[in-house]
């Protein structure tokens, strides 16, 4: 069967620090992941996406590495501050591929806390 | 304007009573899902609706049924609740076969006493 899953369910971090969050996955088939944050009493919510023909993605302080030799996943958050305390989570579907599973499929989630 | 709204928000009742919850998206995606996430907050989909036809149906009990009346809503209805029913529900939508994300409503927190 498919599964995602995190390495470390809670991380706690110093304002300024850098956040690494952990992801691996067991889908081969999957060609593209996404990472949400879920803030308490929320929906999550899109941070960064991935295709598996890529390897690093930037965003504005966020940056994901995608491992597929050892179906690896990471998020790393530049400079965390207390916004970011929240719930991440880590994403895979084929969807990509004609005839793949379109299905998302979540992993348990690790709950980040920014200490100020 | 919500993007994904879902109502209600909260829903507290007892066993053996049938619920629905509502959800709308106005972003004129094609698809839309329920997600159903448990205390440890693992997400896990229920159903896929894509242009109101039923596209994945997870091994959830026949006692939830989802009607998508047009694709800009899908509602889930739950018969017969049971404790164990006791989660928060995501809405959600997405585009172009999810790529791109899925835009999640707020979640209905259903509470079976």
């Known amino acids: 069967g498919e599964s995602v899953g995190l390495h470390l369910p809670t991380l706690s971090v110093q304002e300024g620090d850098n956040s690494i969050i952990n992801c691996a996955y067991s889908?081969?088939?999957?060609?593209?992941f996404i990472w949400y944050k879920q803030e308490s009493g929320k929906g999550p919510q899109f941070i960064i996406d991935i295709r598996s023909n890529m390897d690093k993605r930037q965003g504005q302080r966020v940056t994901v590495l995608l491992n597929k030799t050892v179906k690896h996943l990471s998020l790393q958050i530049a400079a965390t501050q207390p916004g970011d305390s929240a719930v991440y989570f880590c994403?895979?579907?084929?969807?990509?591929?004609?005839?793949?599973?379109?299905?998302?499929?979540f992993g348990k989630g690790t709950k980040l806390t920014v200490n100020p | 304007d919500t993007a994904v709204s879902q109502t209600p928000k909260y829903l507290v009742t007892q066993m053996g009573n049938d619920k629905s919850i509502k959800c709308e998206q106005n972003l004129g995606h094609d698809t839309m899902y329920w997600y159903k996430q448990d205390s440890k907050k693992f997400l896990k989909i229920m159903f896929s609706?894509?242009?109101?036809?039923?596209?994945i149906n997870e091994t959830v009990p026949n006692r939830f049924s989802p009607k998508s009346p047009d694709k800009a809503h899908l509602n889930l209805h739950i018969n017969s609740l049971e404790l164990g029913d006791s989660a928060v529900y995501f809405c959600?939508?997405?585009?172009?076969?999810?790529?791109?994300?899925?835009?999640f409503g707020s979640g209905t927190r259903l509470t079976v006493v």
């Open positions: 959600a939508s997405s585009q172009d076969r999810g790529i791109g994300g899925y835009t």
């Open positions: 609706y894509n242009n109101k036809e039923l596209i």
């Open positions: 994403a895979e579907t084929g969807g990509l591929t004609q005839g793949g599973s379109e299905k998302l499929v």
């Open positions: 889908n081969s088939a999957s060609d593209y």
